[in-house]
Nanobody, 118 residues
């Protein structure tokens, strides 16, 4: 089992910055990728960003490319999502997820709420 705990959510002003963290624990030996997703009220959950467990490769949704950065220093540190110049449409519950080799379903955190004010 893998446990994911997000933190760092809150209210941020449009154009400001906010950093989300995802702490990972448990049996992580088979984790291949860590992803960030978000869900706004009345909308489906959508992909935001992902990073290989090794930290070597990142990928972003077009809507956040150039503004958000996901990173991690090493396997013992959390995964971060740095939100720069957030827009009101970036609001929602942000989830961290982990994909494991040989497992179709991902592990999910409980989510952290982000509100962007103008």
């Amino acid at each position: 089992q893998v446990q994911l705990v997000e933190s760092g959510g809150g209210s941020v002003q449009a154009g400001g910055s906010l950093r989300l963290s995802c702490a990972i624990s448990g049996r992580t030996v088979s984790i291949l990728v860590l992803g960030w997703f978000r869900q706004a009220p009345g909308k489906e959950r959508e992909f935001v960003a992902r990073i290989r467990w090794s930290g070597s490769t990142t990928d972003y949704a077009d809507s956040v490319k150039g503004r958000f950065t996901t990173s991690r220093e090493n396997a013992k540190n959390p995964v971060y999502l740095q939100m720069s110049s957030p827009k009101p449409e970036d609001k929602g519950v942000y989830y961290c997820a982990a994909g494991e080799a040989g497992r179709s379903n991902m592990y999910w955190g409980q989510g952290t709420q982000v509100t962007v004010s103008t």
